[in-house]
Nanobody
């Protein structure tokens, strides 16, 4: 499976962006999916995750209440709506897929990664 992330860009603090992660090669409808991010000089960290059905979502403390992860299994795509963006949200954002039933909140659980999309938030 290949994951193609898009939607990154430059935005002012307080603004919004919507990231998309389109899968190809096979369906991801049975995979837990997640977003991670990596800022310059930092390790890649968890942002948000969603179960295969979309019934359950999980967020990092720093993104809870501002970011929303959703999925459309019919389109084989996962989304990350980011509101009230802060300069500290600046990072390369990666989508990731985990096996069915995995919480997908750690990099060690990830089965496949997409390429990153850069989000830059100016102050």
């Amino acid at each position: 499976v290949q994951l193609q992330a898009s939607g990154g860009g430059l935005v002012q603090a307080g603004g919004s962006l919507r990231l998309s992660c389109a899968a190809s090669g096979r369906t991801i409808s049975r995979n837990s999916m997640a977003w991670f991010r990596q800022a310059p000089g930092e390790e890649r960290g968890f942002v948000a995750a969603i179960t295969w059905s979309g019934d359950n979502t999980y967020y990092a403390d720093s993104t809870e209440g501002r970011f929303t992860i959703t999925r459309d299994n019919g389109k084989n795509t996962v989304y990350l709506q980011m509101n009230s963006l802060k300069p500290e949200d600046t990072a390369v954002y990666y989508c990731a897929g985990c096996p069915y039933g995995s919480p997908c909140q750690r990099g060690s659980f990830v089965a496949f990664w997409g390429q990153g999309t850069l989000v830059t938030v100016s102050s």
